[in-house]
């Protein structure tokens, strides 16, 4: 896949984008993408230009897909620093949307997150996309939707 690329059937969004890892400076290669995560990620991005018409604002993508090294490497480092402030560790998510290419994490340029979440969740637009957000606080600096099974906790979950 050509990184410049658009992502089939969507106005806003390339390849790079859905298969940029910041962390490793490097897009996951083709050779790292199943059929069925590709698929995956051209549904999430078609998502996303939802969003993106919905919202009016530009939107930067922090991560999309994670390879699983990537994933536990993340979670490696978070727990390494939350050891530094006494919190307990966090389990890594196994069943990550992150890893099937099913979840984006973004912020909305010109916009606070909670002004983002406040809007999604008053407009009833996760119901209306089938899709879940994942209640990472107040102050938070990203956004999380997936469209991953809703659980008990519902369409805001807690991670």
Known sequence: MNLSDKIPGCKYFTWKE???????????????????????????????DKVREWIGKPIIVTIALRTMAY??????????????KGQPELRVPMGSGHLKGRAVDFVVKGMSCDDFKEKILSEGKLDEWNLRMENNGKGANWIHLDDMQVGASGRFFNP
Not at 71 to 84: F, T
């Open 18 to 48: 859905a298969l940029w890892l910041p962390q490793e400076g490097r897009a996951v290669s083709d050779s790292e993408i199943t059929p069925e995560i590709k698929n995956n990620l051209i549904r999430s991005f078609q998502w996303m």
């Open 71 to 84: 994933h536990l490497d993340l979670y490696k480092r978070i727990n390494a620093e939350r050891a530094k």
